[in-house]
């Protein structure tokens, strides 16, 4: 017997903000645990890292409109947090590519997996411990500027309202 088209639920869409934080979410726990290779295991901090660079591209296609249009208007009238945020994540966009090149140049498991050899100059390995390691300052400066968004996306997606009641409006309470 076939159901009634009418009695299906309609499927919700999700909102671009609520992708954005299960994205951005994604991204953070994958972050967090590709940064210490002694929780994971350097096999996995290494296809952790990738795939984290992948994420990244991800978030980067997600938000190309803000990009774009920013780099437009970037010496003309802009906000002066809209100009740091580009600043910032220009900086950390360059500073995650340096730490992936020179992670992939000193990688013990990822390159053998592919049939290829790991440089054995010590100036990739340098440079990634430098550059990674030095990620934390760029990465809390971005989470800093985005705060209040991810408190208010968060209240909205993840908390139950009986959790975090949300407030009435005027013409809710009557």
Avoid at 123 to 150: D, R, T, Y
């Amino acid at each position: 017997m076939k159901k009634e088209s009418h009695l299906k639920k309609p499927k919700k869409k999700r909102s671009a903000t609520q992708t954005n934080l299960y994205l951005n979410l994604l991204v953070f726990v994958v972050f967090i645990l590709a940064m210490d290779p002694e929780i994971t295991g350097l096999s996995i901090h290494e296809w952790l890292s990738l795939a984290f660079s992948g994420t990244l591209i991800v978030h980067l296609i997600l938000h190309w409109k803000w990009v774009v249009a920013v780099t437009k208007t970037f010496f003309k009238k802009l906000f002066h947090q809209s100009r740091l945020n580009y600043v910032l994540n220009v900086t950390l966009l360059v500073w995650f590519f340096i730490a992936t090149v020179s992670g992939i140049m000193v990688s013990r498991h990822l390159l053998p997996t592919l049939g290829l050899a790991a440089s054995q100059n010590p100036f990739w390995g340098n440079l990634h411990s430098a550059s990674s390691e030095s990620l934390w300052f760029p990465v809390i400066l971005h989470l800093l500027l985005h705060w209040k968004w991810i408190l208010q996306a968060t209240k909205r997606y993840l908390i139950p309202d009986k959790f975090w009641p949300r407030q009435q409006t005027a013409r809710q309470v009557r």
